[in-house]
C-alpha cells in the first residue's frame, strides 16, 4: 500500500513538474506605438503572428496603435514604470529614452548616405555599442529591427517649397526629437510637435501647415486630404524597432526570447518589402489625389543642415558620434 501511494505521489509530482513550465510560460504582452494603425498596423500585426507562431501561443502580443497608450515620451517612461509592455517605435526616438542622448544624430539630416547605409548601422557593432548603456539606464531590451521607414519628405497645405528660403515661417509637426526640432528652425521654419493621433486634425484646422513623413505614411493617413503639396526631400533615413521593459524579457525563457528575436528578423524580412512596394505606389495615390509632387533645390537644405550637425557635435551627442556613424560600411 505504501509502495503504491509512492508510485501515486511521483506520478503527481512528474505531472506538475511538466505542467509548472507552461503555465509560467504564458505571456500577453501589451505594444505601444504612435502612429495612426493604417500605416503601422500591419507591422505590428505582422511581428505578433511570428511571435504567436514561433512560441507556439505561449507568449501573445497585442498592439494599441494610434497612441492609445500615450505619447512617445510616455512609453519611454511606461516601459520603465511597467505601465506598458513593449513598444514599436522609429529608431531615432531612442534620443527620448532616458540617456539615450547620443541618438539624436540618427535624426541629423542627411548623416546617412542611403537607406543601405543606415540599415549597414543598425546591423553594426556601432550600434550595439550606443545602445547598451541606453538599454540598461531606461530599462529597456532591444528585441530588433522590424521595418525600413522609407525617407522622410515635406508636406504643406498652403505653401509650394522649392528651395530653403520657402520654408520661412511654416508650422510644421515634427517628431518630439531635439535634432529635428532645431533643424526645422535653422531651416526657418516654426516647428511644432503634434501627437501623430492627432496631426491630420492639427493639419485640417490649420494649427499646423504641414508636416515631414515618409510617402507610405502621406498615403496610408491620407493626409492628400489636408495638404496641397509633398516635397522630395529624403533628409532623413530611419526604420521600425521592437523594445520590451527589461523585467518582462527577463520573465521569458531562452526559447523564447529567441523567438521573440527571429519573429522580428523575419517581420523585416516582409515589412521592408512591404514598405517599399507601397512608398513607390504611394507617389501615384498622392498625384491621383490631387497633391503636387515637388522637387526642391536641395542646396540650402544641406548646407543649413550641416551647420547645425556641426554646432551640436558635442553638445546634442557625444563628440565623434556623426564620424563614427559615417564610417560604417
Do not use: C
Not at 511570428?50 to 516601459?79: C, H, I, M, W
Not at 520603465?80 to 540617456?99: E, W, Y
Not at 553594426?124 to 545602445?131: N, V
Not at 514598405?275 to 543649413?304: C, H, N, Y
Request: aromatic share 10%; charged share 25%.
Amino acid at each position: 500500500m505504501i509502495e503504491t501511494t509512492l508510485r501515486r505521489l511521483a506520478a503527481a509530482a512528474i505531472a506538475f513538474a511538466a505542467l509548472v513550465p507552461s503555465a509560467f510560460a504564458q505571456h500577453a504582452l501589451r505594444m505601444a506605438y504612435v502612429a495612426p494603425p493604417p500605416v503601422w498596423g500591419p507591422i505590428a500585426d505582422r511581428f505578433a503572428q511570428e511571435v504567436d507562431a514561433r512560441t507556439k501561443g505561449e507568449v501573445k502580443v497585442q498592439s494599441f496603435g494610434g497612441g492609445q497608450l500615450g505619447s512617445l515620451p510616455q512609453n519611454y517612461a511606461g516601459l520603465r514604470t511597467g505601465q506598458i509592455d513593449m513598444m514599436l517605435a522609429d529608431t531615432g526616438t531612442l534620443a527620448i529614452a532616458k540617456g539615450g542622448k547620443d541618438f539624436n544624430a540618427l535624426f541629423a539630416p542627411y548623416v546617412f548616405r542611403d537607406q543601405a547605409h543606415f540599415k549597414n548601422y543598425m546591423m553594426s557593432p556601432t550600434f550595439r555599442d550606443m545602445l547598451a548603456p541606453v538599454e540598461k539606464e531606461a530599462g529597456f531590451t532591444y528585441v530588433g529591427y522590424v521595418s525600413d521607414r522609407a525617407p522622410r519628405q515635406l508636406t504643406t497645405s498652403n505653401r509650394k517649397v522649392t528651395k530653403l528660403e520657402d520654408m520661412k515661417g511654416l508650422k510644421i509637426r515634427v517628431p518630439e526629437t531635439p535634432t529635428i526640432l532645431e533643424v526645422m528652425k535653422a531651416w526657418g521654419a516654426s516647428p511644432t510637435p503634434v501627437p501623430a493621433s492627432e496631426l491630420y486634425l492639427a493639419m485640417k484646422q490649420g494649427l499646423v501647415d504641414g508636416q515631414d513623413n515618409g510617402f507610405d505614411a502621406i498615403a496610408g493617413a491620407k493626409y492628400y486630404e489636408v495638404q496641397k503639396y509633398a516635397m522630395r526631400i529624403d533628409y532623413i533615413q530611419s526604420g521600425l524597432m521592437v523594445l520590451i521593459a527589461a523585467d518582462k524579457w527577463a520573465r521569458l525563457t531562452p526559447a523564447q526570447q529567441t523567438a521573440m528575436r527571429e519573429a522580428a528578423a523575419e517581420t523585416e524580412k516582409w515589412a521592408s518589402k512591404m514598405t517599399w512596394d507601397v512608398a513607390e505606389k504611394s507617389l501615384d495615390v498622392l498625384k491621383k489625389q490631387g497633391m503636387e509632387i515637388v522637387e526642391p533645390d536641395l542646396t540650402g537644405f544641406r548646407r543649413a543642415a550641416d551647420e547645425v550637425t556641426k554646432r551640436f557635435d558635442g553638445e546634442m551627442w557625444a563628440k565623434g558620434t556623426i564620424q563614427k556613424i559615417q564610417a560604417v560600411k
